[in-house]
């Protein structure tokens, strides 16, 4: 039986959620492997000094930063976390240490950025994995560190930026694309039309889906205020709020002529995509990627709000030609008109099509070859 670790956090929902996929394909396929799940963020609860001062814990900032929409000036933010980060190296390091001393772990599967390192430092002969969650890495020490690590990247940009820090080619492995939950690669068999016609919604208009990930955002609603006010903009939106229970109960409560649907919580995304024509939302990897899976062009933002880490994703998007890349979601109106124009329409959904993504089978033979070479 081999022993393995999946490290995350819940800082952003992709890193427990790609753990989560990738735990459920290597049971589903009857690999001989014992899967322990560890949240980083509960072995360095006692260093966190947001939690010590406040009472709330880092990764919980995070996330209400990011519902709330404070990301400007985010890039020097992770200049000064990084410093924090150095100064509890060695804390961060002597904790880890006596997690592991729970039971010796045949590799170590890092799914976070920030702190690899500590991880690495951490170990004594366990090989360290780090699987990228991002399309590509945000230098310096974020998700490649100059350290003994193997690294699993689910795009070229990655794979260069590996090389470019020294990285050998026995070290990185491509992939062809990020983690998916693997009910995207299950067939929908919901009659559309049915299905929205039952959500009150025209079964013939474009249909958007927009999505802010698992807390929603303060953005949704002036979407919906944009799109109301534009003349001749015929489409549909569907609204998922997830757990912002106040930020569905305004959009209910809007008076829009054109047809929506709100839902909060729903682990039923690929549903709500199956009925959709494409997607609205920030660019996170997880977000592009399923809507990507599911054939559905994208209209996302960049701008100085933007994660830096997800500044690369609107690169891609233009590069690969699957939606279009707003200054603002001010602009919403003109950033749908230019993807429902009917030749950009179809190329993006074509180009869309012609991606294919079987990264979250791919990586349990990653692994497995690493175990064989230990």
Known sequence: MKRLDFVFFDAGGGHRSAANALQTVIQQQGRPWEIRLVNLQEILDTL?????????????????????GWTLGSAQ?????????????DSQVRLLKEFWK??????VVSLIPNFNRALRDSLAATPLVTILTDLADFPPHFWIERQDQYLICGTEKAVEQARALGHPAGHIFPTSGMILRPSFYQPVTADRTAERCRLGLDPESP?????FGGQGSNVMPEIARRVNAAAQLHCQLIFIC?????LAQQLRGMQTSFPKYVEEFTSEIPYYMHLSDFFVGKPGPGSISEAIAMRLPVVVER?????????????????????????????????????????NF????????????????????????????R
């Open 207 to 211: 249909t958007g889906l927009v999505l």
């Open 242 to 246: 997830g757990r912002n229970k106040k």
């Open 346 to 373: 179809a190329r993006f959904r074509a180009n869309a099509a012609a991606i294919t993504n079987r990264a979250v089978f791919e990586i349990p033979e990653i692994l497995a070859a690493l175990l064989e070479r």
């Open 102 to 107: 729970q039971g010796e772990r045949d590799l």
């Open 77 to 89: 933010t992770l200049v000064l976390m990084h410093g924090l980060i150095r100064l509890y190296h």
């Open 303 to 343: 701008n100085a709000w933007t994660l830096p880490q997800e500044r690369y994703n609107t690169e891609w998007i233009l590069q690969k030609q699957v939606g279009v890349v707003l200054p603002s979601f001010r602009a919403i109106d003109a950033g749908l008109r230019e993807l429902l124009d009917a030749s």
């Open 48 to 68: 966190d000094i947001f939690r010590k001062y406040t009472g709330i814990r880092m990764q919980d900032v995070y996330n209400v930063t990011l519902q709330k």
